[in-house]
């Protein structure tokens, strides 16, 4: 049986963690709006560029591009986009095991793997493992910009042209909503005909006869400066979702904390004031028994 | 409304301009060239440069970097990886920034590394130009 004193004290420190999960569950609730609010903002550009990328990309000849080259795939390159910062759930923990079971399935299939992780949390986690990670970007997560996304991208382009690597795989935290994020895989090299969101692979449809544009330079001049941009838009998307998943499980973790922390100092209040009248009594029963005594 | 074009310029941390315009013109891979009013469709990718549009007499200088334009149904939409009026522009910064890119093309050159290069020489034309949308039109504005 704790004494009096332990559970008081109990009750302090559990009171204190409470607060601190409730004022963490409003920042993040602060922050989701922010990142909402740039994802959404991000969303115009994306789809006008996929819509373009499409147009063209219909029309083109695969082989003529490098960057939509199929090779045999040798080595696929995991970009696995986690964020920097705990305390927000399993949301990490999910990404990670996503890429981990995609690596092994891989692997069995007797590709190489490599790894580029940005986010402390995948970065910190695959560190240790046996995976090669190829590069890797921390600290950024808070506020991403285009030039993230900008270098990473080049990067990936350089080592999917110089044939280290035949395939690139994107996996982030693709925000559906508050409560739920879901890890999403999308490829990023080589880039395939069907563009857009849909993760399943078309068939590359018939192309009805499109508008007469006018192509300045060359669709396929276009297309060549275009692949490379499309592939960084497609990263900083990712990025985005990730941060806006991010902030939303962090604000559904907390918020579960705060709840077992209230349900804990319910428990414990009612452990409190049993002990406390088991001594009251107790001491009654004492003073009763020394009055008895005294009588006799 | 008939003689103008409606203009929008997006870029991936929002909506830059929303407006309808007498003529743009715009920094083309092939040459600067304007855009009026019922234009025939048209798809352009756009190089580092500068971008100005007319309304009423009133012109408006913008950097933009990197992206394409297309015209359709007498709409301009541009895509930019990022849009700047000239008088929102950081001078010290874009100064900075122009350095930085020389130093570091110095090096390139320097050790032969290829990847740093082209992000340099993009770098330094951004910077540029920023510079240049900026100076020339501070004062003018």
Partial sequence: ?296 | MANKIMLEIVTPNKLVVSEEVDLATLPGEEGVFGVMANHAPLLSSLKIGELHYKNDNQTVYMAISGGFCEVSNNRLTVLAEAAERAEEIDVDRALKAKERAERRLQQAAAQKENIDVARAQAALMRAITRLKVAQEYRGAA
């Fill in chain 1, 1 to 296: 049986m704790p004494s009096l004193k332990d559970i008081k004290l109990k009750i302090a420190g559990v009171k204190k963690t409470e607060q601190i999960t409730k004022a963490m569950n409003m920042v993040a609730a602060a922050k989701l709006r922010g990142a909402q609010a740039r994802m959404e903002d991000f969303r115009p550009y994306a789809e006008k560029f996929a819509a373009v990328m499409k147009e063209l990309a219909g029309t083109a000849n695969p082989d003529a591009f490098p960057l939509m080259a199929k090779r045999e795939v040798k080595k696929v390159l995991v970009v696995l986009i986690t964020s920097d910062r705990g305390l927000c759930g399993a949301f990490n923990a999910n990404l990670i095991n996503a890429a981990n079971k995609f690596l092994q399935e891989r692997a069995s299939q007797g590709q190489g793997v490599a790894l580029y992780c940005v986010g402390r949390k995948g970065e910190a986690f695959f560190r240790k493992s046996d995976y090669e990670v190829v590069g890797k970007m921390i600290d950024i997560m808070a506020n991403v910009q285009m030039f993230n996304a900008r270098q990473i991208g080049q990067e990936i382009i350089h080592l999917f042209l110089e044939e280290e690597v035949d395939e690139v795989q994107l996996l982030y935290g693709r925000f559906i909503n508050v409560v739920t994020q879901r890890p999403t895989f999308e490829r990023l090299l080589p880039i395939t005909a069907s563009l857009g969101e849909e993760e399943e692979e078309e068939v590359e449809g018939e192309k009805g006869i499109k508008a007469a544009y006018i192509y300045e330079p060359e669709p396929e001049a276009i297309l060549n400066t275009l692949m490379p941009m499309y592939v960084n838009v497609q990263i900083l998307h990712g990025m985005l979702e990730t941060a806006a998943s991010e902030q939303a499980a962090r604000m559904t973790a907390m918020d579960n904390a705060t709840k077992a922390c209230s349900d804990m100092i319910h428990n414990l209040t009612l452990a409190f004031n049993k002990a406390r009248q088991a001594a009251i009594t107790k001491e009654l029963m004492d003073i009763v028994g020394g009055a008895e005594a005294l009588k006799g």
